[in-house]
């Protein structure tokens, strides 16, 4: 599909590749857009997607590869060079300046005169059959209407590509709807669009053509409706033959389970709504979904980081009210947070002072860094961490032992209950391949475990049972057979799964 | 309510004022008067020159606290360069060139060097004054020349000619602030950076023009300030940086940068140099001022902490009320889980 060169193509990508470091994520992607056409990109995490679009959007520059918007060669990564060619990135989280006006954010950086703008704008708004206010503050604005504003900067600008990157992922079905009137109404006028979502009902409701990207290679393009669902997913999920990786299951009998440790009953919370599941000693639970489906908001506020709105959680027999992260480390229900810059490591601080930073609050009240430091060896010994001593600074080490540090730190805590929050996320295969083995052993010394993981793979080869979160609910339970295929069915809310 | 309160900051501080005037008129008849107006704006004149340079970097969502060591030496490159006989206007142009140059180092270390802009004036803030110690040989400047101080003398209505160039200076923030597109580029590289460069903001030269434009303003209240005194001691414009800063936030320039308005520096410095001279008419000794600043600068602080409180708790709310909106959410989730019920 990339050689016809159609009189109305409006974007052609040519042979895009694109590293970081030595990791390969883009090798050799060719894609083209024609006016009019609505384009789905799927992709599982990591595929490189986000790549593709930033480098389309001039975020971030290729290692080779041509990439040409109505005609004319994109010549240096610069966002505002990709927006003066026409292309227009409407990203999943919009660039909000929340302190000044709608009207303001979407013209900032624009020539034209204020009046002119204005009347361009309201003209917009007319024709898309918003109601917007444009003089109110944007910090205001719903999430809905911030991409609005977000696509209407790229109408102002004259795009004639935008890319719409997972947008309804935060909408009501409502606002969806509404949003897809409004892209059949660009398509009408001559836009381009690339789509990209993880939802299927909704690529097959508003898209004309797909691309599957799968490991920086597109697996599968054309029209869509040379594909049923079924095909879609397996070219997206299909197991890749891992570079010397454990693919067997982890070998456990189920007899080792034991009796419940954890019973969450109708939790509601920010971003999710009754979610019921148990989780039993020895047990490892997936809990998989994908991203946005509400799994980190739901461990967070298991953890005590977010208000409750309703529902109760069982401890151990008792219920745990009023829960802090204080608290439920105490009782040892422990969690492990998705982001290790940003909410797990101190990077700066030394290694032991990392491991015991769980603990802080029992150690005495001068320190024993001999005793600090012992713990830690003892972990580095049994987790094979790599560094050069218990003093070393968190931030000079790898992504993999960055998170063997956090898992130490969690295991300090001597949990009952522990929470993986993507434990593999930026990891190299051969650690991962030691935190699987970790997480493995734990279950068999009779940790409860709850493994949040956007990585199916991960999931199938780790848990003895899955929940599925979709769309900030209970997508269903899966007990036997725990395929990636079958996980991925309930998380995408595949309509396929009506016949499956 | 509670956003009309929060978004009309200046507003607020404006009936205070008057809330305040009203007060102090009752209490000591003879107040509120031409002369102490007069005396009001032209003491306030070297603070409001420091604030409004402030607004702009802080607007920028930077700072910059070496611009009391600015005043200080461009102040002393004004008295050096007139009393070795250079003419007044030239002197007055290599002082603001000082300051344009020592706004412009800081600039540059922070935009595009990446240090913070923290730690890079506070290292300027005693570079600049010990560069100025240097030049003076740690002596006053004293026995300058009749035109210098003659530029803030009463032309009439107790306007000197620094009050009108100030006035102006002030208008013309007003008018590049609020009326240009590259007033717009201060706010918006303040209130996201990220989404700034997203639309093409030059992000860089912005926050240097920022640094430039307030090393400009310090060596003009360093113009103001010899005038108005008459010699340049060693400790020429010290400490003033904080008070700026102080007036900032009492203005409503939020320090996380992008928002803030020069109407609201300019009443703030109006109403924090009005405190000054109310306690004299008051007759409540001179040292009661800084409790009296401080408290108040704390009280609208709080105030104005717990509406923004408020009102993001609100918008979060509103975020996350998205995933309550009624059945037709959980159709994909039904439909998974009577599939799974059927197996």
């Known amino acids: ?114 009046r002119v703008l204005r009347s361009r704008v309201e ?109 879609i997913i397996d070219a997206m999920s299909r197991v890749q033959i891992a570079e010397g990786s454990g693919k067997e299951r982890g070998g456990r009998k189920v007899s080792q389970i034991g009796k419940p440790r954890l019973s969450v009953r109708g939790l509601s919370g920010e971003g999710f709504r009754n979610i019921s599941l148990d989780v039993r000693a020895g047990e490892i639970l997936g809990l998989a979904g994908v991203v946005g489906a509400g799994r980190t908001e739901f461990a967070e506020t298991l953890f005590g980081l977010r208000p409750q709105t309703a529902g109760s959680v069982i401890f151990d027999g008792a219920e745990l009210t009023k829960r802090s992260p204080r608290l439920c480390i105490d009782r040892g229900l422990v969690y492990l947070p998705e982001d290790r810059q940003q909410h797990g490591l101190f990077l700066e601080a030394p290694l032991f002072w990392n491991v015991s930073s769980y603990l802080v609050h029992r150690l005495p009240f001068f320190l024993r ?28 080490l790898s992504g993999g032992n960055q998170q063997k540090v956090l898992l130490a730190k969690c295991l300090s805590a001597r949990p009952k209950v522990l929470i993986l929050d993507e434990p593999t996320r930026g990891v190299d295969v051969a650690a991962r391949n030691d935190i699987y083995e970790l997480i493995r052993k734990l279950a068999a010394d009779g940790v409860a475990i709850i493994l949040i993981s956007s990585d199916f793979d991960e999931i199938e080869q780790l848990a003895d049972r899955v929940e599925v979160m979709a769309f900030g609910q209970s997508g269903g339970e899966i007990t036997e057979n725990i395929s990636v295929d079958a996980i991925a069915r309930l998380a995408f809310g595949a309509s396929e799964a009506r016949h499956a | 309510m509670l956003d009309l309160f929060a ?134 400047i004293e026995d300058l020349p009749q035109g210098l101080k003659a530029l803030a003398a009463n032309l009439g209505f107790g306007f000197s000619a620094l009050t009108i160039v100030v006035l102006a200076l002030v208008i013309l923030a007003w008018i590049v602030l609020r009326k240009t597109r590259f007033g717009r580029y201060f706010y918006a590289v303040g209130d996201n950076r990220a989404a700034a460069h997203h639309l093409g903001v030059p992000v860089k030269r912005v926050q240097f023009t920022a640094f430039v434009a307030t090393g400009v303003c310090a060596a003009l209240a360093g113009v103001v300030f010899s005038a108005q005194i008459g010699f340049i001691p060693n400790q020429a414009g010290s400490g003033i940086e904080l008070k700026a800063i102080a007036v900032n936030v009492l203005g409503g320039v939020s320090l996380l940068g992008g928002t803030g ?58 975020r996350y009320a998205v995933h309550d909106r009624g059945p037709t959410q959980s159709a994909e989730a039904t439909m998974a889980r009577t599939l799974e019920a059927g197996r």
């Open chain 1, 1 to 114: 599909m990339t050689g016809s060169p159609a009189a109305g193509r409006v974007a052609k990508l040519t042979d895009i590749w694109k590293s970081y470091g030595a990791v390969p994520v883009l090798k050799g992607v060719s894609l083209a857009l024609q006016a009019g056409e609505v384009h789905a990109l799927l992709g599982g995490n990591g595929a490189g997607k986000s790549s593709l679009m930033k480098i389309m959007s001039g975020v971030i520059q290729a290692n080779s590869g041509a990439i040409e918007i109505n005609g004319r060669a994109l010549a240096h990564a610069s966002p505002a060079h990709a927006q003066d060619l026409g292309l227009y990135l409407v990203p999943q989280e919009a660039h909000i300046l929340p302190n000044q006006s709608v009207l303001e954010n979407i013209c900032l950086g624009l020539a034209a005169s204020p």
């Open chain 1, 123 to 231: 003209q917009l708004v007319a024709e898309l059959s918003v109601s917007l206010d444009l003089d109110a503050q944007a910090a205001a604005l719903e999430i809905a209407e911030r991409q609005i504003v977000e696509i209407l900067r790229g109408l102002v600008r004259d795009a004639r590509v935008l890319i719409l990157d997972e947008p309804t992922s935060a909408l009501t079905p409502f606002e969806t709807n509404a949003l897809f009137q409004r892209v059949r109404m660009l398509q009408a006028q001559g836009v381009g669009i690339f789509f990209i979502s993880h939802k299927l009902r909704e690529i097959r409701e508003i898209c004309g053509t797909i691309s599957v990207l799968r490991d920086g290679v597109i697996v599968l393009s054309g029209s869509l409706d040379n594909y049923s669902d079924a095909e």
């Open chain 1, 369 to 396: 860094p001999g005793s600090e430091r012992k713990v830690f060896d003892e972990f580095r010994a049994s987790m094979g961490i790599k560094c050069t001593g218990p003093g070393q600074e968190a931030r000079g």
């Open chain 2, 7 to 140: 978004r009309n900051r200046v507003a607020t501080l404006i009936v205070v004022l008057a809330v305040a005037y009203a007060a102090i008129g009752a209490a000591a008849p003879g107040y509120l008067s031409g002369t102490t107006a007069s005396v009001v704006v032209s003491s306030s004149l070297v603070l409001m020159l420091i604030s409004l340079g402030t607004m702009i970097v802080i607007l920028t969502r930077n700072i910059d606290v070496s611009s009391g060591s600015v005043l200080g030496l461009s102040a002393a490159v004004l008295g050096l360069s007139l009393n070795a006989g250079v003419s007044l206007p030239l002197a007055i142009v290599f002082c603001l060139a000082t300051g344009g140059l020592a706004g412009a180092f800081n600039g540059l270390m922070v935009a595009y060097l990446g240090i913070p802009s923290i730690v890079a004036t506070l290292g300027t803030l005693g570079l600049y004054r010990g560069i100025m110690l240097v030049l003076t040989g740690g002596r006053w």
């Open chain 2, 261 to 318: 308005s020069v109407a609201g520096v300019f009443a703030a410095v109006i109403f924090i140099t009005s405190i000054d001279s109310a306690l004299v008419f008051l007759k409540i000794p001179a040292y009661w001022n800084d409790f009296i600043a401080g408290a108040i600068l704390l009280s609208v602080l709080l105030l104005d902490g717990r509406i923004r409180q408020i009102i993001d708790r609100r918008i979060r709310a509103r």
